[in-house]
Structures are given as structure tokens and as C-alpha cells.
């Protein structure tokens, strides 16, 4: 089982990423789980043509039960199943906290006995690499990660932090930055800003995302590019990824 936790800063569009990299690797035929590791619960949504599946953290606030394995998550596009941890009441807790919760919930129910998948995608906040956050990459439920990023500065700001950040658990045998994600913001430069980053920390860039209204299209019918329509040229992109991220093990 592959276990990859994809690490960006905030909006720079690793929820679409993940859950492109998901429905490619599901018209591979691989079974694949993506848990959403942000209180917006939202990662899973374009694999779920636009119905949310209820977080976690919600199930607990509005039940006073424990979800069971029929309600932690739901299938979504080419059978991916879709987890989102959610988070605490606004202004109110820790965020976190619900990803810690989440994952005891998914060991005490066997959830990755029961779907035995072969990738597992763990879609993360990666702002501040810090308690709930670095889970993934303490807690040896996630042994890749991959960064998204732009040429931005706040968000190679971001990247070197989460590389820095997991750079702290390898001795322990924890995860790895196996490579960079570059999702383009068309700004001057762009490619040169992140290689001359990804040089410095010794890091490949794995796949160059061109920014593109098809993703906005998509989204706006609740799907990813790739169920939309594989061929297209950005689909093919996003399947390339994902071959090239089942290659990076070792």
C-alpha cells in the first residue's frame, strides 16, 4: 500500500491536485482512499460531483455516537473512497485536533483492512506543519510526501517549510519529500523561481501544471478534469503524475 501525503500551502490548489492525481489513478484501476486533512473539508468534493460526504469532526458534534464504517466516508468517482476529517466549530479548538481524531477513528474501525487500497492520499494543510498537521509525517501513516507549489514567494515560503519540517522525522524513519508538484500561477519567471527552489533543497519537480479555466469549468460541475475527459491535454498531465508518483517509491 502507498501511503502519499500531498503538503501545499492554503488555496494553492493541492485539493485539486489530489484528487486529480485520485481519479487518474483510479482509471488505472488502482483503489484508492483520499482523506482531507483541512477543517474546509473540501478535498474530496470534485470526486464526489459536488455532495459533500459528512466530516468526521461533524459526525462526532451532531451524533453522540462514533461514525461506523458506513458513515466515515463514501465513494466517489472510479470507487475512491472519500474521507474529510473536517475540523472544530469555527473560532472554536483546535483544527488539528480533528485529524488526530479521524485517523484513531479509521485504525479502531480497520478501515484500510476492509478497502485494502493500493494508494492512500492524504490531502493536507500545510500553512503550519505543527500538531494535528504533521500527523502524516510523525505518525508513519503517510512514508511520501510531494509539495505543491507555485513560483510565489509565500508559497515556496510554505514549501520550505514543510520540506524543513519533515526533514525533522526522517531519523526516525518517518516520510520523505520524494519531489515537487508546480501548479503555475502564470507570474514572471515561474519555472526558473521554482527550480532555482527545488535545486537548493535538492528536489526534482516531478510535473509542471499549467493554470487553465478548464479546472474552474470542471469544478463548477463537481467533477476533476480527468473524469471530464482524459484525453484532453491537462488530463493527460495529471495521469502522467500520477504514473510518476507510483514510480518514486524507494
Sequence with gaps: MRKIAIYGKGGIGKSTTSANISAALALMGKKVIQIGCDPKADSTLNLLHGEPVMPVMDYYREFDDEPDFEHVGREGFGGVFCIETGGPTPGLGCAGRGIIATFDLLEDLEVFDRINPDVVIYDVLGDVVCGGFAAPIREGYANEVFIVTSGEKMSLYAANNISRAVENFQDRGYAQ??????????????????????????????????????????????????????DAPLSRIYIQLAKDLLKEEG
Excluded at 179 to 188: K, M, V
Design 177 to 230: 519529500v520524494k519531489g515537487l508538484i508546480l501548479n503555475r500561477r502564470n507570474i514572471e519567471d515561474e519555472r526558473e523561481k521554482v527550480d532555482e527552489f527545488a535545486a537548493k533543497r535538492g528536489l526534482p519537480v516531478i510535473a509542471d501544471i499549467p493554470r487553465s479555466k478548464e479546472i474552474q469549468r470542471c469544478e463548477e460541475l463537481g467533477m476533476t478534469v480527468v473524469e471530464d475527459n482524459p
